[in-house]
């Protein structure tokens, strides 16, 4: 058997309490007495979160960043990421697609699909087995290493399924999924959902939490940037036609396929930033923009994401990437000029976040017109950039944008409301201003990581009360 060694991840110990000038004191005083009743319950026992990846994707990105804090408050945390070939990734973007409620690649989750699954994660079990001390708490995130969780719980380890991914709606798809990986993730101690809806009724509501994700206002891509540190950052990716300032921010050029040249920077862009995941529809986007936003705002579509070799769990991004290509080159001349696709280096994560930041600090409007959302952290993202959405009604967006306050809300398929909405901020630009200011208030109220790992130590406090009392 192949042992595929899942891997430890590192990151740095950050300090909460720089939090505190967006938060206040109030806020970081019961996080650190939330902190210090988890410590003491867990008293001397380790934290280990596993996941898929390390680069690209939300659930990367906010582990970096929670689990910084949470070591510097003197936990002892690790991250491990698991391994796998590319048959078993198929595997798990089939499960992800389905617990989304699509059909992936079509294919079959049977006895075949089954076995890949197992064996990879078979193979990463010694890694884990290594890392593990009896009583450790494990936090599993998403379908892809979920198989490990019997494994864990024989090792006597505390283990929590966190899962990103949902549907509201059960459908065959979703039942499938389930089908498929409900044997590994019931006997789970807890469960973790970002949105209540996405719960299966065999889980029993006692063992669940709803916890939203958060961002982190001091990363790369939500760092403050002045405005021609954001130019020239697009400029020298190629997305912008910039000379530059001299402010020293360069990014490696992007992938981009348009017709002519650059937009400028008078350009009024309409951006969504995603991977190249079916989910996302980032062919319904550009559909929507050309049929319905107005030609005489003169505003400019940018479909962008990481590059299509750089995500290690996602095989699809290719293929998306690929059909929304063959998608623009249907459209007409005029059309075309107006339209620009992206794909952002992921050779330096600093810089590609930094690139993203700029696009988004720079967009008149920022959409994201998904199928089906676990969260959507760029539409968080977009909000403490004070930047107007306008993002489809699906999962854990509905919880971010109050329709109307702080940016609009439309069903996924209603191209008319979406092209509707997106003209109307961008001709109302005072509009604009007022979602974009009550959506930075509303982040920095729900969706910072002091809320985030609250709803943590809180939850830790549960599981560990119970193993001890």
Known sequence: MPNHDATVVPFAPLDPRRLAPLVGEARIERLEAAVARACELLDGRRVINVNSTANGGGVAEMLRTLLGYVRHAGIDTEWLVVQGDPEFFAVTKRIHNGLYGGPGDGLDLDGRARETYERVLAGNLPSLQ??????DVVIVHDPQPAGLIPALLELEARVVWRCHVGVEKANGWSERAWEFIRGYVEPADAFVFSHLSFVPSWIESPRVEVIPPSIDPFSPKNTDLERAEALELLGSAGLLAYDGSGSGRHARPARVVRDGAPPTPEVPLVVQVSRWDPMKDMIGVLTGFVEGVS?????????????????????EAIQVWDRTVRAWH??????RARIHLAAVPLDDREENALVVNALQRHAAVVVQKSLAEGFG?????????????????VGGIVGQVLDGATGFLHEP??????????????ETPAAARSLGINGRRHVVDHFLADRHLLRYAELLERILGECVA
């Not at 398929?413 to 961008?426: H, S």
Request: aromatic letters at 4%; charged letters at 25%.
């Open 295 to 315: 030609r005489s705002t003169g505003a400019h579509l940018v479909l962008a994401g990481p590059a299509v070799d750089g995500v290690d769990d996602d095989p």
């Open 330 to 335: 249907g459209l007409s001349a005029e059309d």
């Open 130 to 135: 290594r890392a593990l001390r009896p009583g």
């Open 377 to 393: 952290l760029t539409v968080a993202e977009a909000m403490w950039k004070s930047r107007p959405v306008v993002a489809s009604a």
């Open 413 to 426: 398929n209603d191209l008319e409301r979406f092209g509707r909405l997106v003209t109307y901020l961008l």
